[in-house]
């Protein structure tokens, strides 16, 4: 089909009238698909598909959470629903839903819409974007970096920082009582990701301006042209050597890592580290595979730790806050809980703390339930893949698959008032009742999010010294609703969330 575009494209003195008839002559075969095959389906537009007022009047969060609410009660396992021109699957049924992500994983363990070129853009060849035998590869290379014992040997820098937080917290509202609380969170977890991917001291808390936290921003903010054909034509992109990090992105964080790699390994320093697990596995072969892994590989899964710990822990937290400064009760249980739990530790808060934070981590779930970072999970069929429930239709090979997480997690047949935020929805007695598929926020299967610890125990030590030490509530600049970005696939908030903050005496 695209060579068929190609030419039409050339016919520049037919002029664009032409050449948009022409255009819509060969898309539409591919955008009647799901019309022939008699599967639900909004008509498509015939350059985003039905990601219609994508960046302009509408978010993706949007998008994904009216198309489920369309159809939710169609009776039909899954619709369909256009990714531009590509034809996808939208599914609606947790039983499927398990099925994809673990009873038969290895037909659809590819990610589907995520870009990697690790030739002409090696930070893109990270464990996320990775698909096969790579991905399969590197998760069990970096999984030994992310075990209970590594994570718990990173509590120290963790708690370190979380305290430069607290610190900054405590001299701001003196000077204003009504804090933008997501700005400062953001430079909580640039400190600790600089510290624990890089082995750096960012000191962003202290230095609002720092590079290091300019570039964070800029990697999640800033996108190359060419965002279509990268996401809906992967192939044609890498064979075009497209590029998806910026230029001058890319040399930073190159160069950051390249550096500190060197000066790690001719001082022999070792912090118990991201960065020293990486090492080990760069120069030493473990395991029957004996391959190490080269500069670019651990330059990718750093980057990628980065943005994904940088950005999506901030935000969790931010939206924490936010729910609490609205639900008094509710933050007040978890302070005296914080209070308690850190009392019978003889007053030191330690990693052993974490395990009994029994509330607290209820809330940081019930945060996620309602803001996901990633509304929807996407999968790709590696294979022709028939259902049991339609056994005369056959998903083909190829087709993107739309797991809406964050849809699914405010359907109130699954969660009784879905959109309030109700932290007991992940009591022990609520979770056990519930199909498991239904909680989405770290993915479930062998594709689940590698970081899960990580995160946990950031958010969890980042909150618990936040909530021992202030009080938060919401002023006349707090943002009720919440809007989203529409410019981001991923679930971030448009306006700044303001708090007023009390220090508690």
Known sequence: ???????????????????????????????????????????????VGNLKGISITNSFRQIWQEYYDKYKDSGCPFVGFYWFTRPGVFVLDPILIKQILIKDFSKFSDRGIMYCNEEDDPLTGSLFNLSGAKWRYMRNKISPAFTVCKIKAMFPLFKREAEELVKLFKETPSLDPILEVRDLISRYTADVIGSCAFGMEINSLQQPNTEFLKMCRRALVEQRMGIVIRFSYPDIARRLHVK??????????????RNTLQCREQSGVRRNDFIDILLDLKNNNLGEDAQNLSFGQIAAQIFSFLLAGYESSSTAMAFALYELAQNPTEQEKARQEVIEVIERHDQLFSYECLKDLVYLEQIMKETLRLYPIAYVLTRQTLEDYTITDLPNFCIKKGTPIFLPAGAIQRDERYFSQPNIFKPDNFSAENVKARHFCLNLSFGQG????????????????????????????????????????????????????????????
Not at 248 to 255: G, R
Not at 468 to 496: A, G, H, V
Request: aromatic share 14%; glycine share 4%; proline share 5%.
């Open 1 to 47: 089909m695209m060579s068929d575009v190609a030419n039409v494209l050339s016919y520049q003195l037919c002029g664009d009238i032409y050449i948009e008839r022409r255009l819509k002559i060969i898309f539409y075969k591919n955008f009647t698909y799901w019309r022939r095959q008699n599967i639900p389906c909004d008509s498509p537009n015939w350059i």
């Open 244 to 257: 998806h990090t910026l230029g001058d992105v890319e040399e930073y964080f190159i160069d950051i890592i």
């Open 446 to 505: 062998p594709r689940n999010c590698i970081g899960l610890r990580f995160a946990k125990m950031q958010t969890l030590i980042g909150l618990t010294l936040l909530l021992s030490n202030f009080k938060f509530s919401i002023c006349n600049q707090t943002p009720i609703p919440l809007i989203y970005k529409k410019r981001n696939f991923m679930n971030y908030p448009e306006k700044k969330i303001f708090l007023k903050v009390e220090k508690i005496e």
